[in-house]
Nanobody, 129 residues
Framework: QVQLVESGGGLVQAGGSLRLSCIGS???????????MGWFRQPPGQEREFVAA????????YGADSMKDRFTISRDDAKNTVNLQMISLKPEDTAVYFC???????????????????WGEGTQVTVSS
């Protein structure tokens, strides 16, 4: 069973930075087996939306252009972690941020929520103006 646990959320002022981390665990779990890992977010009262995803070869893709300019996804398979570095945060970045993984062995990047089979419970990010 795969478990993903996010950390690093919190309250930050506009213009500040946060680094979210997601660590995976479970029987024989390795992020190296989960070739595609990603981050999604759900702002208050809105649908969950794609933030970023990273493949086994560190190829990455991002959601809206505003995310690509300010967010960086990375992975450390030796530590079974995936990180999301966020800078120049804005109040509209306020959301619950979720870590997700595509099924083991799937190689292609995706931004579609239904393509990800494993999910963490999320970490709250609040950006004050």
């Amino acid at each position: 069973q795969v478990q993903l646990v996010e950390s690093g959320g919190g309250l930050v002022q506009a213009g500040g930075s946060l680094r979210l981390s997601c660590i995976g665990s479970g029987r024989a779990f390795r992020t190296s087996f989960m070739h595609v890992m990603g981050w999604f977010r759900q702002p208050p009262g809105q649908e969950r939306e794609f933030v970023a995803a990273i493949a086994w070869n560190n190829e990455s893709t991002y959601g809206a252009d505003s995310m690509k300019d300010r967010f960086t996804i990375s992975r450390d398979d030796a530590k079974n972690t995936v990180n999301l570095q966020m800078i120049s945060l804005k109040p509209e970045d306020t959301a619950v941020y979720f870590c997700a993984a595509r099924p083991a062995g799937v190689l292609s990047l995706s931004s579609r929520e239904y393509d990800f089979s494993h999910w963490g419970e999320g970490t709250q990010v609040t950006v004050s103006s």
